[in-house]
């Protein structure tokens, strides 16, 4: 199987595995991949991200133009791609080693994400790594080149950009590591509404031990930002 097969593929695995696991819900949220150096895989505008069929499946070149994924095959002029390319291609032309952007608006994150509360990442081992840098992106309409431009200026920043009243931006090497950093923030953030709401005090790491586990630990290389 080829390597953009492959993609398209670990897409729809993808959007089935947020459907399930709650990171996803309606047509809100889209999800794209890497297939190599100007182009990338994004759904296509108004997908349910449950049940993708390989049509719902749109190849854009980082122009923003969409462009047939297979030359046995016509483009379907009926699939349009998501409208929030903007945000998508802003990642993929800032930050040449990510592989994989996925936009969701789940529960407990899109709460954080429409309040002023910050993230904590020292409470456990995916928290440290994933959530070492949180970024915020102010409101802009969805899909405009304004919010699209406002995800540029913070791509170098994090691999987590919340958009405030929106949902959130999450991207990584490769489609695994970018489900597994949504969903480590999904659960942060149950774990941080629920304990206040209980009235829970959580003890958090210290920095020096969060900073030795990022460096010696060996859970995974640390990211060069």
């Not at 794209?32 to 296509?44: G, L, M």
Request: proline fraction near 3%; hydrophobic fraction near 40%; glycine fraction near 6%.
């Amino acid at each position: 199987m080829q390597k953009a097969e492959l993609i398209r593929k670990e897409l729809r695995k993808t959007g089935k595995y947020m459907m399930e696991y709650g990171l996803a819900w309606g047509t809100a949220g889209n999800i794209s991949a890497r297939t190599n150096n100007d182009e990338y895989v994004i759904t296509a505008s108004g997908t349910y991200l449950g049940e993708l069929e390989d049509s719902d499946l749109v190849v854009c070149s980082l122009s923003g133009e969409a462009v047939a994924w297979d030359v046995q095959k016509q483009l379907d002029s009926s699939k349009k791609p998501s409208k929030e390319t903007p945000m998508h291609r802003a990642i993929y032309e800032n930050r040449h080693e990510i592989g994989a952007v996925l936009h969701a608006s789940p529960f407990y994150t899109t709460l954080v994400a429409c309040s002023s509360i910050e993230i904590p990442s020292n409470w456990f081992v995916e928290t440290m790594y994933y959530l070492e840098r949180v970024e915020r992106v102010g409101y802009h309409h969805p899909g405009t080149l304004t919010l699209g431009e406002a995800v540029a200026e913070k791509a170098k920043a994090a691999n987590i950009l919340l958009l405030e009243n929106h949902g959130v931006l999450v991207y990584d090497v490769n489609i695994k590591e970018a489900r597994m950093a949504l969903q480590t923030l999904e659960m942060a953030c149950k774990m941080l509404i629920t304990s206040r709401s209980a009235n829970v005090e959580m003890n958090g790491l210290s920095l020096e031990v969060e900073k030795d586990f990022l460096e010696n630990a060996g859970y995974m290389p640390r990211r060069d930002w």
